[in-house]
């Protein structure tokens, strides 16, 4: 057995107490009248069609409009079916609907006119009441369905904003994969070099052959480590193949701001790390990329503002790259529209690199600051 919802009870009570009251008024109304009987039995029909209008507006309106052509009494019956009706059905439907009401009252002051009111002063009255009740139920059925094409609207921007990210961090991690194999290609042959160097060559010093042992350990252990990176992206198996350009590291980084500099941006580099050289390269290269999204966003909301970026770290410990610029002025339009994936892929980049990337707004500036582990 299905339970009654909660709002439904709330429906009835409200038609059964307002309804009621207003029955009940109209009723007391015409005591005293030889038609009392009748009026009575209208009265007791009338709030079952009102009952009926919560389920079937339409046939509900209908059943009160012919009752009110017998007594006023039915006349809140069938007011509240005309307004049930333009609120849940089409206008042509409801504009029918009050038509009939209009034609029923006609008859009703035709056939028990009122004594308070010359007929064609109540005639007025009565077109007024119902074409407000069809141009109040026609705007809240406008208003509900706007709404409703709103939440959807919304519900689907949502949806589409999810697959978005999804899609940039997967082509993020694609990206990085395809790197990592460049790199790993590059370390397994060194590798394989220096071991076809150990075999070839047996007669060599034992210094030689030390170094090159420790050439091929050394290639061994960060081929191995790469090797683990490139196994956590690689989530799907992937057979495009392309021709990869050397990817830059903090190396190329004096090259990057002097062409940014050279748009126009004034930027200032503070390098208080140690030893950047000895970064490996699949850090070195998250470095760089975070570098070059700061200074694109910098470039886009924020042209002409300086720069700044800061680079703190050492060897054992974390590789802090600190990237702020000026937030721009309030009416300020961006350079160029952003879709906001930049960062969600550049955060994935880095939680993947084994890091961590932290965006927000304070003091007046916006700042993009990340943290990369850096081996002893």
Known sequence: MSKIQPPYVVAVAGVVLGMGALTAVALWAQAGRPTWGLDIAVAAVSMVAALAQLRWPTSGALAATLLATLSPVATPAASMGALQVAQRRRFPVAAAVAAAGMAAHVVQGLWRPNSGISLGWWLLLICASYGALL???ALTRSRRALLISLRERAHRAEA????????????????LAREMHDVLAHRLSLVATHAGALEYRPDSSPDQLARAAG????GVHQALEELRQVINLLHEQDDEVDELEPRPGLADLAGLIADVRQA????RLREEATDVAALPAAVSWTAYRVVQEGLTNARKHAPGRQVEVLLRGAPGTPLLIDVRNPLP???AAPLAPGSGLGLVGLTERVRLAGGQLDHHTTDGEFRLQAWLPWPA
């Open 135 to 137: 141009g109040w139920g």
């Open 160 to 175: 589409e904003q999810g697959r978005q990210v999804a899609e940039a961090r997967m082509a993020e991690r694609r990206r």
């Open 329 to 331: 002025p309030a009416d």
């Open 215 to 218: 050439v091929v350990r050394a």
């Open 264 to 267: 126009g941006q004034s930027v």
